[in-house]
């Protein structure tokens, strides 16, 4: 009775107080109360998303463009660069077929082939990751796989019914990765699934989609969100923006993977999906798995390892003594894998492998229509028809190798990328960055600018990766690096000398790019550059 007694005295207060008002007035105060709330919750989310740093920039160079003429010499500026960027890209479309001929020329289209490809850039053993399989295409595992693809190259496993074969294919294909990831380990569960797909970014996006949907239907979440370090793939992103996910991505600590810590901090009750990388692309260090899958656990989230890069070596790595922290589905909290059989697996290129730790995960990926004139219809993955001829050359790849293939390609690529890491410290310009676990090796410098050198070894014929924050280079070491990989190291000496004896950029490089580009504060700037090149080339 007092609570009630107190409610009514408060009550009569508050209309006291309000019935000095007119109506219309405590009408429109409501109204802009909310509009100031929305406002508010509106800035407080740009804040968290963003960080406060990169909304005071935005919004100054959003204020500085409304300058008279600024705004186009912003836009000129940015055209150059797009122009700089094609510019590196070196194909003449000049005499490029924009319509059918008029007779088609039967088996001289082969010539045409061969002259196209002779155009192509060197690759054999200058390229950063690019080409996986030793040797060159007319002979050993290279004349196996095309072998393979050309048997089955007009199958499709749309149609079970009638390709069963490559069914079979993928089933193995699966089954055997599974097997040296953990799927025979009793922490697994038994229960390991998946599906191959187009490649890693199509891995990870039906890894994504399917945390999603399972954590919809397990807590109810709606308004998804997935964690990852700086470090982590760029397919996340491409993730997040088709399939509707907002991204929080963490710094890596200085060791170069994942702060646990940091992503503990962001995880909440919209969280759906932590990831983690065995190896990180940029700088080839394996995040703390185990710690992540503890976390997952704890937390009942699902966590996606990217082992694209190492699902295919670290396994055998580890068989070889080398000091592999645990990575699989034997590690608790393991909800997905992510592992690339055209990248160490040595399949044709346009095939990987994405793992579930059970079949109840799984099924959150495979999309099913009932109420479709043309019929019933399912299909696993984002593509419907898919080339039974990639999963033909996948499985060639796999079994012609086995367990004693794979042990000793990783046993030459290992010692290779340890001789690399050695002869690159050996350069006093340079540092290594991390610890690299596997086979990529990233490297920088606090005393020559890092892209110049880049522009003077590309000028020798290699392809190296330019990274960012910090500005560095990485080299993916393949097979085709093991015959030459002291040619590497001396051109990479040469160029560091070079740099140093002459620093500044050379005619035609993109040293100036890169660091300008790195450079520039509004990053949204950046990724129209990025677009418009994008949208010129392809």
């Known amino acids: 009775m007092k609570m009630e007694d107190s409610l009514k005295q408060l009550r009569d207060m508050a209309n006291s107080y309000l019935s000095q008002y007119e109506p219309i007035v405590l009408i429109f105060a409501t109204l802009l109360a909310l509009l100031v709330a929305r406002a508010l919750h509106s800035f407080l989310s740009a804040i968290q998303e963003k960080g406060i740093k990169a909304l005071v920039i935005g919004f100054i160079l959003s204020s500085v463009k409304l300058i008279p003429g600024v705004s186009g010499y912003i836009e000129s500026e940015k055209k150059k ?63 196996l796989t095309n072998e393979a693809y050309s048997m089955f190259s007009h199958t499709n496993p749309l149609h079970q019914d009638v390709f069963r074969s490559v069914t079979k294919f993928e089933t193995e294909v699966v089954a055997m990765t599974a097997a040296f990831l953990g799927s025979k380990e009793k922490e697994s569960g038994g229960q390991i699934c998946g599906n191959m797909t187009s490649g890693g970014t199509e891995s990870i ?3 994504v989609k399917s945390s999603r ?15 990852l370090a700086e470090s982590a793939h760029s397919a996340y992103d491409k993730a997040a923006q088709y ?39 940029p700088h080839g260090v394996i995040d703390p798995i185990e710690e992540l899958g503890e976390l997952a656990s704890c937390y009942d989230v699902c966590l996606h390892v990217d082992l694209c890069l190492g699902g295919f070596v670290l396994p055998f790595a580890r068989k070889l003594g080398y000091p592999i922290p645990p990575f699989d589905f034997s590690v608790k909290g393991v909800t997905s894998i992510s592992a690339d059989v055209h990248k160490y697996g040595l399949g044709p290129k346009g095939t990987s492998i994405v793992l579930y730790r059970n079949h109840e995960i799984r099924k959150n990926q495979f999309v099913a229509v009932t109420e479709w004139s043309g019929g019933l219809y399912v299909s696993p993955t984002i593509a419907g028809s898919r080339p039974g001829g990639l999963i033909a050359g996948a499985w060639a790849a796999m079994v012609s190798l086995g367990l004693n293939g794979y042990l000793e390609n990783t046993r030459q690529i290992m010692e290779v990328s340890k001789n690399i890491q050695k002869g690159i410290e050996e350069i006093p310009e340079l540092f290594i960055i991390g610890k690299p676990d596997m086979t990529v090796v990233a490297f920088s410098s606090n005393v020559i600018d890092i892209f110049e050198v880049n522009d003077i070894v590309s000028s020798k014929g290699w392809h190296l990766n330019a ?65 418009e090149f994008m949208d010129g080339t392809c």
């Open 243 to 281: 399939f509707n996910i907002k991204v929080q991505r963490v710094p890596v600590n200085k060791e170069f993977v994942a702060d646990v810590k940091a992503i503990r901090r962001c995880i909440n009750r919209n969280t759906i999906l932590i990831v983690g990388s065995a190896p990180g692309f």
């Open 205 to 207: 996006l039906l890894a």
């Open 467 to 531: 990274l960012q924050r910090p500005n560095s280079l990485h080299i993916c070491v393949t097979l085709q690096h093991v015959p030459v990989y002291e040619d590497f190291l001396n051109d990479l000496r040469e160029s560091v000398k070079l740099v140093k004896q002459n620093p500044g950029p050379i005619s035609g490089g993109l040293a100036p790019i890169y660091g300008a580009v790195g450079k520039i504060p509004d990053r949204g700037l950046v990724q129209e550059v990025l677009i």
């Open 81 to 143: 660069a797009v122009e700089k960027f094609r510019s590196s890209n070196k194909s003449n479309r000049d005499d490029w077929i924009s319509a059918l001929p008029r007779i088609g020329l039967g088996k001289e289209v082969l010539g045409k082939l061969e002259e196209a490809k002779s155009k192509d850039g060197d690759w054999k053993g200058k390229c950063s990751g690019t080409v996986y399989i030793g040797g060159n295409q007319s002979e050993g595992h290279f004349s």
């Open 213 to 227: 949907d399972f954590m919809k239907a397990k807590k109810g979440i709606t308004k998804p969100e997935m964690i």
